[in-house]
Structure formats: structure tokens, C-alpha cells
């Protein structure tokens, strides 16, 4: 295996295809706006608009696209041809049901499928720290393990096709509700005329320390707010996590209220922003 295809070049797509291609594979890339592709075009790397296109001479294929939608299309689009010994690894967050669905879909079509969500943002994908939360034949795994070290720091195997998913729902629900919960403290001591640089301190010299809260931290209180993780992105996995919780019978009363904050900042307009955008949204509630 080392020609490998990437379709989807978002923030997370684009770093990962880089990474590929340092780690000393030969890349292909897809995305449907041709403008992501061009700092590729430039460097002579083979683009497409249709993923299809990348089966030609692509051993394994990479997808990293915003979530259900577009994956159930590229997979339509590419179960049109014979995938017999190639590998379509779907790192993107989806259903649960999507991800078996796919993995179907694939199956038939005589490909091998890997559900492998990542955990990490903008930064980790750029230094190739992601962790990746693969479900599959670990044989499958195996084999695709020289090309996922390029791109993360750690591959778990959870299990079968789905729970990779179901990792990462689970994962997902926690990193909402943690950033939710510092926001909703830093708003807290605003209001009590505390300093938030004061507030972050004694955090961060306890064992509530955490590299997340702190990383989040600073960029509030910085207000800075261009996205490593965008605030749209998390309102679209807290719907998924809340909506397989439904199927399952899960009560999640705080992650249903932290959904609607998120929801309140998404009609402000701050969809594309960071996640930590979402105290702007608590703030305008509490008169700040």
C-alpha cells in the first residue's frame, strides 16, 4: 500500500493528506470545492472533483468529510465500482447507522471497510497527534497502521465496524460539555467581578488542570476564535450523540441543555467560529 486517496480537505482532511504525503506515501486528493485543492495542484499532486476518479491507482482512500450526508454520497459514489482490494477508511464523525450502513455498502462492492473517527482538532492534525478510534477486521487495521501513524499519535482498536463511532459519540459528548462547563465558569466569575486570568490560574494548579481547558482558556480569554474545532461541527455530533442516546434509551439531561447553547450561538451566526465561541452566547444571555 502506497498510493493513497484523501477526499474531503477541510481543515482536518487537508493536514492529514499532508502528513500522508511527509510520512512518504504518494497522494491523490478529492473535494468537491475545486479551491481546496489547489495548494496541491501546485505541487503536482493528482486532484478530482469526483471520488470515483481515485480508484484508478489508489490502494486505500481516506475520507474526512462534515458528517453523514456527504459520506452516505461518496459512498454511493464509489460503491459504482469494483473496490475488490482496497481499503475505504471513513475517518469522518457520523451515525452509528451510517457508519454500518457504509461498511455494507462497501462490503459488497469487495472492498474492506475501517471505521476510524479521530479524536483532535486543527493543531493535532497539523503535527500528526490525532488518535485515531478505529472499528474493523484488525487484519484490515494492520495493514493500514503504517499509513495511520503518519497522521496520529495513538490507533485504538475498539472493536468491530460501529464502534469507532460509538468512541467517538462518547468522546465528543465529553469535550462538549467540558468547554461548556469553562465557559459557563468564566461568564460566572465575570459576573462576580472575578479576572479570568485569576479564574484559569487556580484551574490549572489543580486537579481540575486539564490541556484542554487550558488550551480553550487562553483562546477566550483572548477572543480568539478562529476554528481548530467549529462550533457548527459540534452542534451536528451533540444532534448525532442525542439522538443515538434516544435510540438507546440514554438519558443526557446536561448535554441536551448544552446543546441548545450550542444551538443559540449557531443563530447568532457563530456556526463557523470555534468552539469556544459558544461563551459569546452565554455571555449575550447573562448581559454581558
Not at 473496490?83 to 452509528?96: K, P
Not at 467540558?178 to 479570568?196: C, I
Request: hydrophobic letters at 45%; glycine letters at 10%; aromatic letters at 4%.
Amino acid at each position: 500500500m502506497n498510493t493513497i486517496g484523501f477526499i474531503g480537505l477541510g481543515i482536518m482532511g487537508q493536514a492529514m493528506a499532508w502528513n500522508a504525503r511527509k510520512g512518504g506515501f504518494t497522494i491523490r486528493v478529492c473535494n468537491r470545492n475545486p479551491e481546496k485543492c489547489y495548494p496541491f495542484a501546485e505541487d503536482h499532486i493528482p486532484v478530482t472533483q469526483n471520488p470515483a476518479d481515485l480508484l484508478a491507482d489508489s490502494q486505500a482512500l481516506v475520507i474526512m468529510v462534515t458528517g453523514p450526508e456527504a459520506l452516505k454520497e461518496i459512498i454511493h459514489t464509489l460503491v459504482q465500482k469494483n473496490l475488490s482490494g482496497r481499503v475505504i477508511i471513513n475517518a469522518s464523525t457520523v451515525a452509528v447507522d451510517t457508519t454500518l450502513d457504509a461498511a455494507r455498502a462497501v462490503t459488497e462492492a469487495g472492498g474492506m471497510f475501517l471505521d476510524a473517527p479521530v479524536s483532535g482538532s486543527k493543531i493535532p492534525a497539523q503535527t500528526g497527534q490525532l488518535v485515531f478510534l478505529v472499528g474493523g477486521d484488525i487484519e484490515v487495521l494492520e495493514r493500514c497502521r503504517p499509513l495511520m501513524t503518519t497522521m496520529g499519535k495513538v490507533i485504538w482498536h475498539c472493536g468491530a465496524v460501529g464502534d469507532g463511532t460509538r468512541m467517538k459519540l462518547a468522546i465528543n459528548l465529553m469535550l462538549a460539555n467540558m468547554v461548556h462547563g469553562l465557559s459557563e465558569t468564566l461568564v460566572f466569575a465575570q459576573k462576580l467581578g472575578l479576572k479570568g486570568e485569576a479564574v484559569m490560574q487556580v484551574i490549572q494548579s489543580g486537579v481540575m488542570a486539564a490541556p484542554l481547558l487550558k488550551m480553550k482558556g487562553e483562546s477566550i480569554l483572548a477572543r480568539d476564535f478562529s476554528p481548530h474545532f467549529p462550533l457548527d461541527l459540534v452542534f451536528k455530533d451533540l444532534n448525532l450523540i442525542l439522538d443515538e442516546a434516544g435510540r438507546q434509551g440514554t438519558v443526557l439531561p446536561a448535554t441536551s441543555a448544552v446543546r441548545e447553547s450550542f444551538n443559540s450561538a449557531m443563530a447568532q451566526g457563530w456556526g463557523r467560529d470555534d468552539i469556544g465561541a459558544v461563551v459569546r452566547a452565554l455571555e449575550l444571555m447573562s448581559g454581558l
